[in-house]
């Protein structure tokens, strides 16, 4: 089986013919800082709405109190990185990155 080679890095392991039929087109979206940002914030908020949906009711035990607060911190931090990826995005991070 030939494997591609592309200067991404993330696609070494997939074999070259799905890369040359575009099979993967979709993933090149989560190269930039903008796509990532929103599926990270995307991601976020559907923890967040786990978490709240779900809320504190008496008679719970600590191990879902527990839980509970992990995916509060959970939510918050990666809504705290997508708004990170997303301003980058906004203020071309990406080139300064690649040094363009």
């Known amino acids: 089986m030939i494997y591609a080679s592309t200067s991404l890095g993330d696609k070494e392991h997939l074999p070259a013919a ?8 979709p993933v090149q979206v989560l190269d930039g800082f903008l796509g990532r940002g929103l599926l990270q914030a995307f ?3 559907l923890t967040l709405e786990l978490t ?8 719970t035990t600590d ?3 527990s839980l509970q607060l ?3 911190v959970a939510g918050v931090s990666l809504l705290v ?7 980058g995005g906004i203020l071309c991070f ?5 040094g363009e």
């Open 70 to 72: 992990y995916r509060t």
């Open 52 to 59: 709240l949906q779900h809320g504190v009711k008496e008679g």
């Open 63 to 65: 191990f879902d109190k």
């Open 81 to 87: 990185c997508s708004a990170f990826y997303i301003i």
């Open 94 to 98: 990406g080139r300064i990155r690649k």
């Open 43 to 45: 991601e976020a908020l």
């Open 18 to 25: 799905f890369v040359d039929k575009g099979c993967f087109c």
